[in-house]
């Protein structure tokens, strides 16, 4: 029976110590600040990317990896005859999949590529269990099972503090995200079915307080919380009184709370923070 190995895209909210114990691959998006090309989890970080872009002179500019990156990758890991199964970003925010999907055309390995229909520690649920599960010797088609079942159980959820960053990069025209900036907008996001729909806006902190609040009522309904991620780009209170509350209500699950990566922070933009959390009823 031929190994598999897993490969994923530097969005995935993967620890070091992750990605060295479970022999995950990750190939890195770039990032370009005032002209300058970042190469990420190589040449920056998630922490010290931050400071850049807030310091920057203009919104930086995210780019997925090069198709040569996934064929150099795939061919290396499949040179002993190994299956290899590449997760990568939803489609909705990132052509990175489709770069994997050319890549996986022209490798001489034999790679399965999917779109993991999340991001972050969402996307980072499913390499993780895709990886343990090959690390024990499963088959492809197990652990594509596998791979599914977490996407189904996993939930993600997104507050955006300001729009700035937003309509600097084109998805919002100029004088909406002024109007929403001045009303001191807020917007409650989920990522479902692989898109990024808008469930809550309202003015002022009280209605992100209200938005984290009804998530976590609604996690104390959900049987097994195995993983949740807390992912962010700049510390504020309400980051710090949601991750105190899952603390308090949720011992016994693990809690991983981390920047996340250059790409979304870019997208997402100063304060922005995602809860996301994997239950495992079975």
Request: glycine content about 6%.
């Amino acid at each position: 029976m031929a190994k598999v190995k897993i490969v994923t895209d530097s969005s995935a909210q993967l620890t070091d110590e992750e990605l060295e114990q479970y022999d995950i691959t990750m190939v890195p998006l770039m990032v370009m600040i005032d002209n300058t090309v970042y190469v990420d989890h190589d040449t920056i970080t998630n922490e010290t990317f931050v400071p850049k872009m807030l310091a920057a002179h203009d919104l930086p500019k995210t780019s997925q990896p090069p198709v040569g990156k996934f064929v150099e990758a795939f061919d290396q890991l499949g040179e002993d005859g190994s299956e290899i199964l590449c997760l990568n970003m939803l489609e909705a925010i990132s052509g990175t999949v489709h770069a994997a999907e050319q890549a996986a055309t022209i490798s001489k390995s034999n790679v399965t590529v999917v779109d993991s229909q999340s991001t972050d520690r969402g996307l980072g649920f499913q390499v993780l269990e895709a990886a343990k599960l090959a690390q024990q010797g499963a088959d492809l088609q197990t652990i594509l099972k596998r791979v599914d079942k977490v996407r189904s159980n996993t939930k993600l959820y997104l507050c955006v503090m300001t729009l700035d960053n937003i309509v600097k990069g084109g998805r919002l025209p100029a004088f909406a995200g002024a109007i929403t900036n001045f009303l001191n907008i807020k917007l409650g996001l989920q990522v479902t079915g692989g898109k990024l729909k808008i469930i809550s806006k309202g003015r002022g902190d009280k209605s992100l307080r209200k938005f984290f609040n009804g998530i976590i009522d609604e996690m104390k309904q959900t049987p097994s919380i195995k993983s949740i991620g807390i992912s962010y780009v700049t510390e504020t209170e309400i980051l710090k009184e949601t991750v105190q509350k899952l603390k308090d209500d949720f011992p016994n699950a693990s809690l991983l709370e981390r920047v996340t990566s250059p790409t979304i922070s870019t997208h997402t933009g100063k304060g922005a923070f995602a809860l996301i959390y994997f239950s495992d009823p079975d």
